[in-house]
């Protein structure tokens, strides 16, 4: 599964991701949060321009599962 790892290292620091970015969008790149933003426009668009679509997570930083999103980017298009 793409995004796996950034996946997983969100669950396991949730707790602790939330006390530092409650409510903001993160940027995940391999285990390491890049950027907080407001929104998960602006988190989209800041991470397309210093990394290639598919290789970054997006995920709203917030307590409980029913947070978990998994927004994944890709290059694939659908018409």
């Given at each position: ?10 669950k ?7 006390r530092?970015?409650?409510?903001k969008?993160l ?5 390491t ?7 998960e ?8 321009a ?6 970054f997570?997006?995920q ?6 029913d947070?978990?999103t998994?927004t ?8």
């Amino acid at each position: 599964m793409p995004l796996e790892q950034e996946f997983a290292y969100y669950k396991e620091y949730q707790e602790e991701l939330v006390r530092q970015y409650e409510g903001k969008y993160l940027v995940i790149v391999g285990q390491t949060v890049i950027s907080a933003h407001e929104s998960e426009l602006d988190a989209y668009e800041s991470a397309k321009a210093t990394h290639p679509l598919g290789t970054f997570l997006i995920q709203h930083c917030l307590h409980g599962q029913d947070s978990y999103t998994q927004t994944f980017h890709s290059r694939v298009m659908f018409h």
